[in-house]
């Protein structure tokens, strides 16, 4: 299996010209954000979660009928962008490139993506660009109980015979009230790492620190790592730091909350890690809240490398 690493960071917009480009028609306005700058020579794969059919969600299912976009299942993910990818290789010579929207993505397709290309034999014939339109700011809803406690996906999940190995927790902080609590509680420690994301709207990061408030005085027990959303390299190295300190005394467990961005990293060092490391999600299921999102202006854009295991990381 091979490893996804970040081989450097573009500073720009949309740099994809040709190639696929797999994103999501959501119920965010900027869900669409990244896809609407894209010429009309990528084939655009938008995940369409069905669920939730509200906000600017049909606004956005009409632009990509306008568009051409073609609405996929992301359940099915995987099993598409390996048809595409070989239908346009065996069309071209040398390689193709794919893009890749996080922006609204699901954490858990960004996670089965990730498997893919980790699995793929066609990885080496693809220039992997990676894309992140932050959000605006817009107060925090009220969140539910967590109804849903999970592994993120089969790659990201410590086997069982390291079940009786004390847990290393490693949060990445949001503004969702009372989920880093119930994480603490869910795994039973007493201590961890707490990763503050900072870089965006100082009112956002104001309710960063509100809502996990209680942990943030913990000073002496949960030690707090502040980090930049938009310099997604530095991010990676804070966290290979803590894994990697964390791997030798324990089983690391990280719970990304808060800005995607973070998760994305997260995954791209956990595989460093596997199978030692785990990925937890925790959601309040349907019950959660739901606003609609629209995109700051800005477009963070990664050019992605594959490697042979134990590489060194970016």
Request: glycine share 8%; charged share 20%.
């Amino acid at each position: 299996m091979r490893q996804i690493r970040v081989g450097e960071q573009i500073h720009g917009s949309v740099v994809q010209s040709r190639g696929i480009f797999v994103g999501v028609v959501g119920y965010e306005q900027r869900s669409t954000y990244v896809a609407r700058k894209l010429p009309r020579d990528v084939k655009v794969l938008m995940c369409r979660y069905l669920s939730v059919e509200k906000f600017s969600y049909h606004e956005n299912v009409k632009l990509g009928k306008d568009l051409g976009w073609t609405g996929i299942d992301p359940g099915q993910v995987a099993s598409i962008l390996d048809r595409e990818i070989r239908s346009q290789l065996s069309e071209e010579q040398g390689s193709i490139a794919l893009g890749i929207d996080i922006s609204s993505m699901q954490r858990t397709t960004i996670a089965e993506i990730i498997s893919f290309l980790m699995r793929s034999e066609l990885s080496p014939q693809i220039d992997i660009y990676l894309y992140y339109a932050d959000a605006a700011f817009a107060p925090p809803d009220m969140y539910p109980p967590v109804k849903e406690s999970t592994p993120i996906h089969l790659d990201f999940c410590a086997p069982p015979l390291w079940a009786d190995t004390p847990t290393k927790l490693v949060l990445g902080l949001g503004y969702e009230a009372g989920r880093s609590i119930a994480a603490v509680e869910e795994f039973e420690v007493s201590s961890g790492w707490l990763f503050f994301p900072t870089g965006g709207d100082p009112r956002y990061e104001g309710c960063v620190e509100e809502a996990n408030a209680l942990l943030l005085s913990a000073k002496d027990r949960f030690f707090v790592v502040k980090y930049n959303i938009y310099q997604p390299i530095e991010l990676i190295a804070l966290l290979n730091k803590v894994i990697s300190r964390d791997i030798l005394i324990g089983r690391p467990v990280i719970v990304p909350f808060g800005p995607k961005i973070f998760s994305f990293c997260a995954m791209i060092v956990a595989q460093q890690y596997k199978p030692r490391t785990t990925i937890w999600r925790m959601s309040g299921g349907s019950a959660d809240a739901l606003s609609d999102r629209h995109a700051s202006g800005g477009i963070l854009t990664l050019r992605l490398m594959i490697g042979e295991p134990n590489l060194p990381m970016s």
